[in-house]
């Protein structure tokens, strides 16, 4: 037995294997930011202890519950957050807010439950081979998750580690599931040690301790030899500081449009990274607003009887772009009315204001913008949170948008930030021109409240800066709002935190060189599903063979 099992073997005898997963799952969810307890990465390791103990008589069905109560409590942690989604209109959608904090993690949970199914059935229960079926299968699964049914890629295990940081820099390379790989496994080590075996039986650690050590070597390397410049184009961020339950007040309305006029065109307050003295006084090329920005769509927003109508008519100077969220309706390709969660591309051209471009949201929030099983759910009360016709319709797969007069950008709205090579274009061979020069993250944190929610949304967006190499402007009505570099770290000064009203104005970082992630993403795809498929027989069939040879 492994020193670290002869450590918790008295343990285990006491508490059993469910709860000490959920030890392990709270252990892993703590090494998440805003907390950074990355000791808890040792909690795959524990979790690799208990599914390679005794699982009694029935073990697939002991392994199912070891996995889910371990996912139970990580994502419990995690996503704790969604309670104050259904309190900012506790009146309406209050009753549901216990049901949905016990839901969404039990939901994601049941993930980790097969994949304890599928370790305790086919992988060998000791040495180097089960430390590598779990780390690529558990991985796998977490793929998974982050794809069907829409995809909920929320707190992936290489994401524990700060965006920004030497350890991140590695998705410039495998991507922030890749960089899950690594994690898991070399965390998970500690489980195999065979301390009988002598200084033999230490190898996996020492081989595990090694590889993060070259990791973040390389990380630092990046870090210190990659020279990040201001672009000649500039960006204003505005921050209103406007929760969620104000938006949807009536009286609020002019007050709102007011705050975002006002901010809109402030006089220059330039962050001291990217300006020269000759930058300070120049008003910037593009200002963008948050996700839902307003509480009114766009019909009504820019209809001609409207007064709003009139303040954009006014708002802009000549050649200046406004990227604004706002919700839409739409006819959908069979000809129906639908709604859209939109990004709109507005310049001011020749004395007109003009609507240039629409981007409308691909990946949507489950419950939140659109209702899964809602034939089931309707019957027992739920809806979508976001109460706009029968919800939203999701747009075409997002990509690069030009347009004239600024820099092409990948839009990412909210939720979308987390999700890996949304883009499912290829920059790689014969089409650089093709490749955006920055990302626009525009969303409505506002839903968060002052939970470990923002915190966690921007370090996940901000994996999608370093995996692609390029710089990020984020942008949410209440924080938290930045500009983030192609290394995923903030630029100084840029930073409008959680409760902070205010704007800044920066240039935007160029781009970097085209990362290795960027190029071959889906080789990695490839290769875990290989791998995971090689490894699959292993138990069945080849050792089998062994034994009768």
């Not at 996912?71 to 309406?92: K, P, R």
């Not at 000549?318 to 604004?324: A, E, F, G, I, K």
């Not at 915190?455 to 995996?467: D, K, T």
Request: with cysteine; proline share 7%.
């Amino acid at each position: 037995m492994a020193a670290f099992g002869q450590q918790l073997s008295p343990l285990r005898r006491y508490v059993g294997p469910k709860r000490l997963a959920a030890l392990a799952g709270a252990l892993a969810a703590l090494a998440h930011p805003p907390f950074g307890f990355l000791p808890g990465l040792f909690g795959y390791g524990l979790l690799l202890y208990v599914l390679n103990g005794d699982l009694g008589p029935k073990p697939l069905r002991r392994a199912f519950a070891v996995g889910f109560w371990a996912g139970f409590v990580y994502f419990l942690i995690s996503c704790f957050w969604v309670a104050e989604a259904f309190l900012v209109d506790a009146e309406t959608f209050g009753w549901m807010a216990p049901f949905a904090v016990m839901i969404l993690p039990a939901m994601i949970a049941f993930f980790w439950g097969l994949f304890g199914v599928v370790y305790a059935r086919f992988a060998p229960k000791s040495g180097v081979k089960s430390l590598m079926c779990f780390a690529v299968w558990f991985c796998a699964f977490e793929m998974i998750r982050g794809w069907i049914f829409t995809g909920f890629p929320w707190n992936p295990a290489g994401a524990s580690w700060m965006a920004g940081s030497a350890m991140s820099q590695m998705a410039a390379l495998v991507g922030v599931y890749g960089l899950s790989l690594i994690t898991v496994m070399a965390f998970a080590s500690i489980a195999i040690i065979k301390p009988a075996q002598g200084l033999k039986g230490y190898r996996p650690v020492m081989v595990a301790a090694g590889a993060l050590l070259v990791c973040f070597a390389f990380g630092q390397y990046r870090l210190i030899r990659t020279e990040i410049t201001p672009s000649d184009t500039s960006v204003r961020l505005v921050q209103t500081n406007i929760g969620q339950e104000a938006k949807w007040t009536e009286s609020e309305f002019s007050r709102i449009v007011r705050d975002y006029v006002a901010m809109t065109k402030a006089k220059p307050k330039y962050a001291k990274w990217s300006a020269t003295g000759a930058d300070y006084g120049r008003r910037p090329d593009i200002v963008i607003w948050p996700e839902g920005a307003l509480p009114a769509s766009a019909e009504e927003l820019f209809s001609a009887s409207s007064w709003t109508s009139e303040v954009f008519a006014r708002l802009l100077e000549p050649d200046q772009t406004l990227m604004m969220g706002v919700y839409r309706s739409d006819l959908d390709k069979g000809g129906n009315m639908v709604w859209r969660n939109t990004m709109l591309v507005i310049q001011q051209k020749a004395h007109e204001t003009r609507i240039v471009a629409a981007y409308d949201k691909f990946k949507l929030v489950p419950f939140g913008e659109f209702l899964p099983f809602e034939n089931l759910l309707t019957k027992i009360g739920f809806k979508n949170l976001v109460n706009i016709g029968d919800g939203f319709t999701p747009g075409d797969r997002t990509k690069t948008m030009t347009v004239e007069g600024i820099p092409s950008f990948l839009p990412l709205i909210c939720y979308e930030g987390l999700f890996p090579a949304l883009d499912q274009s290829n920059y790689s061979f014969g089409k650089p021109d093709k490749r955006p020069q920055w990302i626009v993250n525009i969303s409505n944190d506002a839903w968060f409240g002052p939970t470990s929610g923002p915190v966690q949304h921007l370090n996940l967006s901000a994996y999608r800066a370093i995996e692609q190499g390029l710089p990020m402007v984020r942008s949410t009505p209440t924080g938290i709002s930045v500009v983030v570099d192609p290394l995923g770290r903030v630029i100084p000064s840029t930073k409008l935190g959680v409760g902070y009203a205010g704007y800044i104005d920066v240039m935007i970082p160029k781009v970097v060189k085209l990362t290795v992630y960027g190029k071959f993403y889906v080789i990695y795809v490839i290769f875990i599903t290989i791998f995971s498929l090689i490894l699959l027989p292993y138990n069945t069939l080849l050792r089998p063979v062994k034994k009768t040879s």
